[in-house]
């Protein structure tokens, strides 16, 4: 089955802690995408990459940080910087079809909390 | 910098009925796309449908179609024959300058 997938999908961290979040896809899409959900509010756009060992900041980047070393892997860490991360984390992916390229598929989602 | 308004953070409809969530955006790029994306209580997004700006149709999806008023930078989305599966957060998203970006979302509750 193609599909994006997120690990763990809930995740407890003590003050002062870095957690690494886990973003996986096996729909061969160049592009991958952080968003970081807060209660009752839409998407907000942490870091993304158009290829392998390239990556951008989005809207909220500080006290976050990625690497894009294969095509298939995203992964979000963390840092003890981010002020207030206990939010609900989506990783997305992008580049399919002729066509279809921009259109965004979401993974399932990591719950991170702070303890 | 794109902004995005969705002016309904509620909305209720019956079962079997039809129902309108809005949507406008504000955008400084002539070629962009539009997506609408439904978040159940799993949380998971899903892609509901999707529009390119440069096309004058609007793009339907079984149940569900669009309004898109390009000179307005209105989209709004149409459900038609609602069912209970449909109850979730729906967000309007626009695409460009390779960014996603969300509104605050409207909660539709599906009546039985």
């Known amino acids: 089955d193609g599909g994006i997938t997120q690990s763990p999908k809930y995740l407890f961290r003590k003050e002062g802690q870095n957690v690494t979040l886990s973003c996986e896809q096996n729909?061969?899409?160049?592009?991958m995408y952080w968003y970081r959900q807060d209660p009752g509010q839409g998407l907000r756009l942490i870091y993304y990459s158009q290829i392998v060992n390239d990556f951008q900041k989005g809207d909220i980047a500080e006290g976050y940080s990625v690497s894009r070393e294969k095509k298939e892997s995203f992964p979000l860490t963390v840092t003890s910087a981010q002020k207030n991360p206990t939010a609900f984390y989506l990783c997305?992916?992008?580049?399919?079809?002729?066509?279809?390229?921009?259109?965004?598929?979401f993974g399932p989602g990591t719950r991170l909390t702070v303890l | 910098a794109q902004t995005v308004t969705q002016s309904q953070p509620e909305m209720s409809v019956q079962e079997a009925e039809t129902v309108t969530l809005s949507c406008t955006y504000d955008?400084?790029?002539?070629?962009?796309?539009l997506f609408w994306y439904k978040q159940p209580p799993s949380r998971q997004m899903i892609l509901v449908i999707r529009?390119?700006?440069?096309?004058?149709q609007n793009a339907t999806e079984n149940r569900f179609s669009v309004n898109f008023q390009k000179a307005a930078k209105s989209f709004s989305l149409k459900i038609s024959d609602s069912q209970l599966g449909d109850a979730a957060m729906y967000f309007c998203?626009?695409?460009?300058?390779?960014?996603?970006?969300f509104g605050s979302g409207t909660q539709l509750t599906v009546l039985p």
């Open positions: 955008t400084s790029e002539s070629d962009y796309y």
């Open positions: 997305a992916s992008s580049g399919g079809m002729a066509g279809d390229t921009d259109t965004q598929y």
């Open positions: 729909l061969n899409h160049d592009a």
């Open positions: 998203a626009p695409f460009s300058a390779r960014q996603l970006t």
């Open positions: 529009q390119e700006a440069y096309k004058q």
